[in-house]
C-alpha cells in the first residue's frame, strides 16, 4: 500500500518508529486502536510486522473507511475493523473490542481544538489496557519567536536532505498566521499537563523539526 501522504519527508520513520514502540508493547491478541485512522496505513505497517495482532480504526471519512474495508477485510477479516465516529464527539463514541494494548494516532490531533484533544486523550485513558500505552503522534505548535530561525534552518535541512519540505514559514508572524481549523497543532507544554492531570506518565520517543512522537501511559504500568 502507497503511504497516503508520502509527501512528508519525515513521516515513513516516524510511522516506523511509532509501529516499532507499539510492537513492544502489542502481545499475542492485544488490539491497536487509531484515532484518524484514514485509509489504513498504520494497519499495512503493523500488519506487515504482525500476524498476532488485531486492528480498529476510527475516522469521520466514510469514503476513506470504505476503502480500508475493502483492502483489509480480504486479507484480514476480522483482525481489522474500521469504524466511522467524530472525534471532536468523542463523549458520544463506544468502541467494542477494548480495553485496548496499544491507542495510537497519527497526524490527526492537529485537526482537533484543544479541548478536543484533552477529551480525546481523557478517553482513550479510560480505554488503555493493563500495560497499555497511548501513542500520539503530530506537529507541535512553536512557541517562541527567539528560536524560529533554528526552527527554520532544521526545516530547511530536512528540504536538503530528503528533498521535499515540511510545512514551513517566512516568519513567526506567517507561521502564526497559517495556524487555522485544519492546522491547530497544541503546544508540548500543553500536552504535557494534559498528561498529568489524567494521572499519565509521558515521554517524547522522537522529535524531527517540529513533529513529535509522545507516548503516555498510567503510572506504574508504564512498560
Ligand atoms: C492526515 S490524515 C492521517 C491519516 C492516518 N492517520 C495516516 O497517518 O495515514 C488525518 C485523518 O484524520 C481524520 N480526522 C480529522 N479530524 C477527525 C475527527 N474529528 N474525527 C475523526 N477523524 C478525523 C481525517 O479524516 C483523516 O483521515
Known sequence: MDDPIGGHPTRGEQLDILVTAAEAVLRPGDTLLDLGCGTGYLAHL????REDVA???IDRKGES??????????THGDRAR??????????????????FKVIATALTFHDL????????????????APGGALLVYDRVRLTTPATFAMQ??????????????????????????????????ARLDD???????????????????????????KGE???
Open 221 to 223: 504500568e508504564t512498560p
Open 152 to 185: 527554520q534552518a532544521i526545516w530547511q535541512r530536512i528540504e536538503r536532505i530528503h528533498g521535499r519540505g515540511m510545512r514551513t514559514a517566512d516568519s513567526f508572524v506567517a507561521y502564526e498566521a497559517d495556524l487555522s481549523q485544519s492546522n491547530r497543532p
Open 55 to 57: 486492528f480498529v480504526g
Open 65 to 74: 473507511l470504505e476503502a480500508a474495508r475493502e483492502r483489509f477485510g480480504v
Open 46 to 49: 503493523l500488519f506487515q510486522r
Open 113 to 128: 481544538d484543544d479541548r478536543d484533544k484533552h477529551s480525546v486523550i481523557a478517553w482513550a485513558a479510560e480505554r488503555l
Open 191 to 217: 500536552y504535557s499537563r494534559w498528561f498529568a492531570d489524567l494521572g499519565l506518565e509521558h515521554q517524547i520517543l522522537h522529535l524531527h523539526g517540529n513533529v513529535a512522537l509522545i507516548t503516555a501511559a
Open 82 to 99: 474500521f469504524v466511522e465516529g467524530d472525534l471532536s464527539k468523542i463523549g458520544a463514541l463506544e468502541i467494542a473490542g477494548g480495553p
